[in-house]
């Protein structure tokens, strides 16, 4: 057989700038290889834009969870602000609430306390539908007994007003007061809310479907690398 050496170099070539080459798809494509999580609530197109690719963009106005002052297990005064740079897993409680979907929804926030115990760009945050009742001795009581350290998960209480505008117009969700043969019950979600550093809603999930609290923890991820590339983006 006849020695054929630009072949050779040919051979040799290939083998070392394949490496190269799928490093460079992976670095500039891998950027978009899962889709972004959508975001919830009213959005208006903006006057201002911005550029892709050399294409004028409209900027898109998103709903946005307002800001607050509530007092959490500590009586510390807690704002979003607080949690600057943070996801955020949301969910409605009270303590005196017994019901079988209360303690599947409480154990899914547990889960999730537990998972992310270590990782500091995300925190949970309860938020009492009973004011009247749970004050802040009544969240201590009940932080002590559930685990919940506000170093990662905060129980909110505070005015009723700025609490039922945070649940129905900042989290879009729903919670009333029912009376029935002098027994005084609340009606709430049970959904918990996905928020990200920005306090936009990107995710709503029913605290008592094992399938959603699946989704959920996946989404969770999804939105740490979307925040993690923002950031190296300088976004």
Known sequence: MKYNPIKKVLILVTILAVPGFLYYLLQDKGKNRYRPLPIFGQKQVANTFHSVRGK????????EVADFKLL?????????????????????????VTSDGAKVALKAMQGFKDIYQKNQMVHLASLSVDVKHDQVQQLSSYAKAIGANSNKWDLLTGDSTQVNQLVKQGLLLDASESHAANDRRIVYSDKIVLLDTKHRIRGFYEATN??????LDDEIKVLIAEELRNIKDGR
Do not use: C
């Open 56 to 63: 004028q963009i409209p900027d898109t106005i998103y709903h």
């Open 72 to 96: 959490n297990q500590n009586a510390d005064t807690m704002s979003l602000s607080k949690w600057s740079g943070k996801i955020l897993i949301v969910n409605l409680f009270y303590t005196r």
């Open 210 to 215: 094992q399938e959603a609290l699946s989704k």
